[in-house]
């Protein structure tokens, strides 16, 4: 099976630190996605890439940078962790470049204090 | 631009009940149209699918049938477990839009014993 691992579970930061959120999978796929999941907004795509070193914004990507350096890892970056940042991130993966179905992990709840 | 509307939530039922859960959308062309389900403190799992009008998706004894007239993926189930107890998300994906996806907000569903 393929697996989307997400490096922390839960994570508490203050407000202004720099954060970064890890996310590897094992599959070799081409695509990944970075979401937000807020009660009554759904997922909300921040950022995502289609290949290696490659970055395209989502439709909330302000106040976040995305990293790409292998083809397995996708790093989510807050430059400057503020409270309303506080929510579950959620990583995907998929075999690119035609849809096949997307790979979640199980999330990261953080919370900015 | 791309939207998608689910019914608002949470929704509860008792075992063995009849499920509805609503979704329209909103795209240009002929979107596909997904249902993921979050089970409590996992990532989400592609539930069905279906890509052209009239399709009819279906899995784990859910339905869903892509209504263009009505822009509608409505998701039905007979007769609820406790174990579907989750939460449901509905999405599309634009022909042109690569692997990305645009979620709803997502519905609650408890079924007690």
């Known amino acids: 099976d393929v697996k989307v691992t997400q490096s922390s579970r839960y994570l508490v930061k203050r407000t202004g630190e720099k954060v970064f959120l890890e996310c590897v999978q094992d599959?070799?796929?081409?695509?990944m996605f970075w979401y937000r999941q807020d009660p009554g907004l759904g997922l909300r795509l921040i950022y995502f890439s289609y290949d290696v070193k490659m970055k395209e914004k989502g439709d909330i990507p302000e106040g976040y940078s995305v990293s790409r350096e292998k083809k397995e890892r996708f790093s989510l970056i807050l430059e400057s962790a503020s409270t309303n940042q506080t929510s579950m991130y959620l990583c995907?993966?998929?075999?690119?470049?035609?849809?096949?179905?997307?790979?979640f992990g199980s999330g990261t709840r953080l919370t900015v204090v | 631009g791309n939207s998608v509307t689910q019914m608002e939530g949470p929704v509860t039922l008792s075992e063995e009940a009849f499920l509805t859960i609503n979704c329209t959308y909103t795209a240009t062309g002929y979107p596909s149209l997904f249902w993921y389900v979050q089970y409590p403190g996992e990532g989400l799992q592609l539930l069905l699918k279906a890509t052209k009008a009239d399709d009819k998706g279906s899995n784990k004894g859910f339905e869903a049938t892509y209504r263009k007239e009505t822009t509608s993926f409505h998701l039905e189930k007979g007769s609820v477990q406790v174990s579907d107890s989750a939460v449901y998300f509905c999405a599309l994906k634009k022909e042109t839009s690569g692997s990305r996806l645009t979620f709803g907000e997502g519905t609650q569903l408890t079924v007690n014993p």
């Open positions: 995907a993966s998929s075999v690119g470049p035609r849809y096949s179905g997307y790979t």
């Open positions: 599959m070799d796929h081409e695509n």
